[in-house]
């Protein structure tokens, strides 16, 4: 399932300027794409001015997103993987920034899921973080869906 | 591994409290969440019913047309989908109020116990369906589920009310009329407050009021030119008191809102105000009833009376209704009645508030506590001595990562062969009201104390391996087990 969501959408940078630069690299493929307004970016970064970086879900991985208001088209997920880290407020390395859209609160559920259960294993999150191409992540993913 | 020692030192802190005053706190702590953050709506309807009602201070027909339709279906609904959304969110608010509407066309006068009841009820109900339901639902039909369920529960729920209420309300009346006239048979006036102070606050007021004593009252006044009856119900005195004994001995919230409500209430005449602040501590009737009860003796004992049905019951309504003769006694009444619903309402008030405060004050003790332990926040409160059985994790939005952590979560009890226990993700505010354990991010903590300062809140900063987690997860080991 996130696989499937995830072909097309992964992108391999070596560095950005600023978190905010790196959330709107990392949404580019589903704004090109028609999944998401460019609205949807704006709120992604005003939400974590508003309410701090919680969006890094863990050390090293973001997932920012934010609430649907008329601007997520279809539910939707994209991937960017940073060679040099980025510094979100409060001083976290992000270097991977998983983009969720989610049309509905319920409809993305299992992408959600299949993002746990690879964060979970610290084998899996490992492979992760060494892959250098989008079918390497894919592949990954799909071996724990 | 030495925060998980931490974390039974606090347990056991807290396992002292006698479960049953816990509870009865809890009944009570659900009153008032369910009241006052709806007070603003009284005062708004009060205050355009002191203005624009035919007897107001400004009588205006057109605006006065709100005042019906507000206090029927506005304050009782808000009721309602307050009580649903304390119990299951945002699904529980919408049964509450689908509820309410079925008790209030089917009733006659304002619902407001009633929806109090069936607003928690309507949460509950769709509660127990989606648990049922949960995991249950194909993947993409959980919309068309959520719906329709909410929808046809609803249905079935708004006519049950509906049928139900109407019996209920006449034999409640029955049952009033019927003992006021017992009451007034025996010549104990000052009992007539037992039946009337609770039945005013059920807002049965105009039962009692129109259907019993002003025609009372008229046989009497047209003998002797005045008559106590009109007295025993729309004594303004008692209400004021109570709203006094609040201004000074009540909760934050209400101690900021009473002033006001009792100047509503005792120069607009406008009696529904104080009604709240009663459900919302139910035993103030108490000091209602002894109020009440010392004014009719005063003014018996004075043989005062007015000359004619107050309406609205306000002190200038009385001062202009007042005979010649009878000034004293009625002011005294009033003045008597005040001052004894003051006294007992703040007795009972510090009464409750001692424990609140004790309360307030271990809390704040295990605040700081927590907080002098660098780097780690968790935020404890009071209700830690029941078992877990529902954890909620909630976020900003309540769709990303609170369903991450949550999810998470649930895979990690899996693995461990644990079951029985709820966790489901939320928006901060819908986060339910029987949630044993709020997570959320520390970023967000201020915004979760806001909406659940009563609960146990544990802050994480990874959704996938907190250390603040792993305690909750030993306990949850040891508790089934």
Request: hydrophobic letters at 45%.
């Amino acid at each position: 399932m996130l696989a499937e969501h995830l072909e097309g959408n992964v992108r391999f940078l070596e560095s950005v300027n600023t978190w905010e630069d790196a959330i709107k690299e990392a949404a580019s493929p589903l704004l090109y794409k028609g999944s998401i307004t460019p609205e949807y970016i704006d709120a992604m970064i005003n939400n974590v001015h508003t309410n701090g970086p919680y969006i890094v879900i863990v050390p090293g991985i973001a997932m920012p997103h934010a609430k649907n208001e008329n601007n997520v088209v279809k539910t939707d997920v994209s991937l960017l993987k940073l060679e040099q880290s980025v510094q979100f407020p409060e001083d976290k390395e992000v270097n991977i920034l998983f983009v969720l859209a989610a049309e509905d609160s319920d409809g993305h559920l299992d992408l959600i899921s299949d993002l746990s259960s690879v964060l979970i294993e610290d084998e899996v999150k490992e492979k992760l973080e060494n892959s250098t191409s989008e079918q390497e992540i894919l592949d990954l993913l799909e071996t724990v869906e | 591994m030495e925060n998980s020692a931490r974390e039974t030192n606090v347990v056991e802190m807290n396992q002292n409290t006698p479960s049953t005053r816990a509870k009865v706190q809890a009944f009570g702590g659900f009153l008032t969440n369910m009241v006052l953050p709806n007070i603003g709506a009284f005062i708004a309807w009060g205050l355009l019913t002191a203005l624009f009602i035919p007897t107001g201070w400004i009588p205006n027909e057109e605006l006065a047309q709100i005042v019906e339709p507000a206090i029927v279906y506005l304050l009782p609904l808000l009721l309602a989908i307050t009580g649903g959304r304390m119990v299951a969110g945002q699904r529980g608010a919408v049964m509450g109020a689908i509820g309410a509407i079925g008790l209030i066309v089917g009733s006659d006068i304002p619902m407001f116990l009633g929806a109090m009841v069936i607003g928690p009820l309507g949460g509950w109900v769709i509660k127990k369906f989606d648990n049922a339901m949960e995991n249950r639902i194909p993947a993409g039909f959980e919309m068309i589920v959520n719906n329709f369920s909410l929808g046809i529960l609803g249905f079935l729920l708004m006519i049950l009310s509906f049928y139900f209420i109407g019996p209920v309300i006449e034999s409640a009346n029955n049952f009033v009329t019927a003992s006021i006239e017992a009451l007034v048979a025996t010549g104990l006036l000052p009992l007539l407050s037992l039946i009337n102070e609770p039945a005013k606050v059920l807002f049965l007021n105009n039962v009692i009021d129109q259907g019993i004593y002003y025609p009372l009252g008229m046989q009497a006044a047209a003998e002797t030119g005045k008559s106590i009856y009109f007295t025993v119900a729309s004594n303004p005195g008692p209400g004021l008191g109570l709203l006094m004994a609040f201004t000074f001995f009540g909760g934050k919230t209400a101690r900021r809102t009473a002033p006001g409500a009792s100047i509503i209430h005792f120069f607009g005449g406008i009696h529904e105000l104080y009604f709240p602040y009663v459900l919302m501590k139910p035993l103030t009737i108490l000091g209602m009833i002894a109020g009440g009860m010392s004014g009719i003796a005063v003014f018996s004992l004075f043989d005062a009376g007015l000359v004619a049905g107050p309406s609205p019951g306000s002190i200038f309504a009385y001062l202009g209704l007042t005979p010649k003769g009878s000034f004293v006694g009625i002011l005294a009444g009033v003045l008597v009645s005040a001052v004894v619903t003051f006294f007992v309402t703040a007795l009972i008030l510090k009464m409750g508030k001692n424990s609140e405060e004790d309360e307030e004050l271990s809390e704040s003790i295990e605040k700081s506590k927590s907080m002098k332990q660098e780097g780690k926040q968790i935020y404890t409160s009071s209700k830690k001595d029941k078992s877990i059985d529902k954890i909620s994790f909630a976020c900003d939005a309540g769709a990303g990562s609170s369903a991450l952590g949550a999810t998470t979560f649930r895979k990690k009890l899996k693995k461990k062969g644990i079951e029985g226990i709820e966790v489901k993700h939320y928006r901060i505010e819908d986060a339910p009201q029987d949630s044993d354990v709020i997570v959320v991010h520390k970023d967000l903590l201020e915004r979760a104390k806001i909406a659940h300062n009563d609960k146990e809140i544990i802050t994480i900063e990874n959704y996938i391996n907190d250390p603040n987690l792993e305690p909750l997860m030993e306990r949850l080991e040891s508790s089934r087990s």
